[in-house]
C-alpha cells in the first residue's frame, strides 16, 4: 500500500534566507503542500574525512509520494549543499481533510 504523504527532511544553511528560498520554491511550484522551517538544528557529521558541526535550519516538507522524484531533481537543482540531505519518511495514518487538503496543494 502506498503512504498517504510524504514527510521530506532536508537541512540547509542557517546563515541568509536559503532555507525561506528553498521553502519558498517549492510552494510556488506546487511540489510541496507546507514546508516548516526549524531554525538552530545542529547537525554533526563527518564529511570528506572531517569531523563537522554545523548550524542549520531544518525544512519539513509535505508533499504526495508521487512528487519525490520532482522534490528531490528541485533540491538538488536550487540547494547550495554538494550533497544536501533529502530524506522521504512515509506518513501511515493522517487526518484525512488535511491528507485531501494536502493533495490539492500538490497537485501538476
Not at 546563515?15 to 510541496?32: N, P, Y
Not at 522524484?69 to 495514518?93: F, K, M, N, Q, S
Amino acid at each position: 500500500m502506498e503512504p498517504a504523504a510524504l514527510v521530506i527532511v532536508c537541512t540547509a544553511p542557517a546563515d541568509g534566507d536559503v532555507a525561506v528560498t528553498l521553502a519558498r520554491g517549492l510552494i510556488e511550484q506546487r511540489l510541496a503542500a507546507c514546508v516548516n522551517l526549524i531554525p538552530a538544528v545542529v547537525s554533526i557529521y563527518r564529511w570528506k574525512g572531517k569531523l563537522e558541526d554545523d548550524r542549520e535550519t531544518l525544512l519539513v516538507i509535505k508533499t504526495e509520494p508521487g512528487r519525490y522524484a520532482d522534490v528531490e531533481a528541485w533540491l538538488r537543482t536550487h540547494h547550495p549543499y554538494e550533497e544536501p540531505e533529502i530524506l522521504a519518511l512515509p506518513v501511515v495514518a493522517g487526518s484525512p481533510s488535511y491528507l485531501a487538503w494536502l493533495s490539492a496543494q500538490t497537485e501538476k
